[in-house]
């Protein structure tokens, strides 16, 4: 089955400490999101790729980073400098960047312990 | 002001009942709409998508966007207890490539 696989579904961060969240699709779509979703709001755009080797920061990219070296992998890493990290995030693709229809991942569920 | 404002909910029916869920936005540019339905702790999945104004029908589901009022809505005839979701709301502008979301109405349907 064609989908997103996000990884792991839990996540528990130390004071200090750098993680990172896989996502990894077989759809064969070029571009690829990170989106944050808190409680009472919409989701918020962190990062997105239109190919590999490029991507572009989103609304809220202070204290994550991203790479984009194969065309099914988008990890997402959150820093220490992301003082609140406490989130449910989320990855998509997309045909393409102007493509409006975005498929989503499971999610992954970020705590700070 | 946000650009896309949804009521939050919670939004508790019975199951039958016919459920309106509404958006309102403030960017005239916006042309596509979508609805994506969201069960919790999962990832959101497209539902209905509209380009434009007026309506599109899809089962139980039907999707109304009305520009001139800057209004769009989702009806659910026969609503079921599998329905019950979190509902978000989102739109597009034509070219651009960032998609804008509501922040979702929690809909519980009680059998």
């Known amino acids: 089955d064609g989908g997103i696989t996000q990884s792991p579904k839990y996540l528990f961060r130390k004071e200090g400490q750098n993680v990172t969240l896989s996502c990894e699709q077989n759809l064969n779509h070029d571009a690829m999101y990170w989106y944050r979703q808190d409680p009472g709001q919409g989701l918020r755009l962190i990062y997105y790729?239109?190919?590999?080797?490029?991507?572009q920061k989103g609304d809220i990219a202070e204290g994550y980073s991203v790479s984009r070296e194969k065309k099914e992998s988008f990890p997402l890493t959150v820093t220490s400098a992301q003082k609140n990290p406490t989130a449910f995030y989320l990855c998509a693709s997309s045909q393409g960047v102007a493509n409006e229809k975005l498929f989503f991942g499971s999610g992954t569920q970020l705590s700070v312990l | 002001q946000k650009e896309v404002e949804q009521d939050p909910g919670p939004l508790s029916v019975p199951e039958g009942a016919i459920v309106s869920l509404n958006c309102t936005y403030s960017n005239s540019a916006f042309q596509y709409f979508m609805w994506y339905r969201q069960y919790s702790r999962k990832g959101p999945e497209l539902l209905m998508y509209t380009y434009s104004s007026g309506n599109k029908e899809d089962g139980r589901f039907t999707a109304q966007v009305d520009k001139s009022s800057k209004y769009i809505s989702l009806f659910i005839r026969d609503s079921q207890p599998s329905d019950s979701a979190t509902y978000l709301c989102a739109m597009r502008r034509t070219g651009g490539f960032k998609t804008i979301f509501g922040a979702g109405t929690r809909l519980f349907v009680k059998a």
């Open positions: 790729s239109q190919i590999v080797n490029d991507f």
